[in-house]
């Protein structure tokens, strides 16, 4: 596609139950972000992937929070035992590679709601 | 730690006046600076990077300047329109650790 995708745009799940998030990226770029935005909020760092391999994952808040790229291009992000703090806009992002700092571009994003 | 402030957190103007939202940044070792638009419940698009090489970007109505130095850049938006109502996001790609690191934002109506 022309942009990064992500799906689902909307998902409410009730406390307790594990989510799973997608995201599409631009195709050909190797570098793919995961941030988190509350409301009023910048967006938070994550994690990010440089290919397959996540090279930095220390945004991502404990264990219950996880993320894969198994082929370099989809990623997902993957929450056990929701509650009701992780309800945020998780927001995907990616750019052509991660050293120099090329252009990120974000997707529409998930509005997770734990409930 | 890098950190990333915009002030103000939000902004009303008329139609028409030249607005200025200001970003600054702690640590001046980044590889650039992204200025970014989010709408209300919508992604982020980005409107101007700047290489930690330059000191400005130009698109259209839009001027993002960068001073590394002193660790602030500012985004200038001629003759502004209500459309252009929306929350703009700074956010730094340090050179260590590669990632962009978001500033609070500012939120900005334009009045007709």
């Known amino acids: 596609g022309a942009g990064v995708s992500q799906t689902p745009s909307n998902k409410v799940t009730e406390k307790g139950k594990y989510v799973e998030l997608r995201c599409d990226p631009i195709?050909?770029?190797?570098?793919l972000y995961w941030y988190r935005q509350s409301l009023g909020q910048g967006p938070e760092f994550l994690i990010y992937?440089?290919?397959?391999?996540?090279?930095?994952d220390s945004g991502l808040p404990n264990d219950r929070f996880f993320a894969v790229r198994p082929e370099g291009s989809v990623s997902t992000l993957k929450i056990q035992r929701t509650e009701r703090g992780d309800s945020a806009v998780y927001l995907c992002a990616s750019s052509l590679f991660a050293r120099g700092g090329t252009e990120a571009f974000f997707g529409q994003g998930t509005r997770l709601t734990v409930v | 730690k890098q950190e990333v402030t915009q002030i103000p957190a939000a902004l009303s103007v008329p139609e028409g006046e030249n607005l200025v939202l200001n970003c600054s940044f702690t640590?001046?070792?980044?590889?650039?600076l992204q200025w970014f638009r989010q709408d209300p419940g919508k992604g982020l698009t980005s409107l101007l990077l700047i290489q930690s090489s330059q000191r400005e970007q130009t698109s259209g109505r839009l001027n993002a300047s960068l001073d590394k130095s002193s660790g602030r850049s500012t985004l200038y938006i001629a003759a502004s329109q209500p459309g252009d109502s929306a929350t703009y996001l700074c956010?730094?790609?340090?050179?260590?650790?590669?990632?962009?690191?978001f500033g609070g934002g500012t939120r900005v109506l334009v009045k007709p």
């Open positions: 195709s050909g770029h190797t570098a």
């Open positions: 992937f440089q290919g397959t391999g996540a090279a930095d």
């Open positions: 956010a730094v790609f340090k050179a260590a650790g590669n990632k962009l690191t």
């Open positions: 640590d001046s070792a980044i590889y650039n």
